[in-house]
C-alpha cells in the first residue's frame, strides 16, 4: 500500500507573517518529503521475508534523540548500540537459524 500526498489543508495566502511560498516549501519538503520516504520503506519491507531473519530498527527521526542528545545522532545511535544485549541477540537468532 502506498501512501498518497494529502492537499495542504490551509489557504498559505491567508497566513499573516509567512509567506505563501514559505509555507508550500515545508509542506512540499518536510510533509511530502516525509510521505515519499514512507512509500519508499514500505515498498523495501514488502520485498523483505520476516520469517527468515529477525530485524533490529531504530527510530532516527529528531523526536526520538533530541530530548536527550541534541543534535548528535551519532551519539544517540552509538548508545543504542551499546545497550543491546548482543550476546542474547546472537543466542536467539542461533534458536531461528538452522544449523549449518
Known sequence: MLYEIKPLACDPTAINGMSERLIVSHYENNYGGAVQRLN?????????????????????????????????????????????????????YARLTPAG
Open 40 to 92: 519508499a520503506i514500505t515498498r523495501e519491507l514488502a520485498e523483505l521475508d520476516f520469517t527468515s531473519a529477525p530485524i533490529l530498527a531504530l527510530d532516527m527521526y529528531e523526536h526520538s534523540y533530541h530530548i536527550d542528545y541534541g543534535a548528535q545522532a551519532a551519539a544517540y545511535v552509538d548508545a543504542f548500540m551499546a545497550a543491546i544485549n548482543w550476546p542474547s541477540v546472537a543466542a536467539a
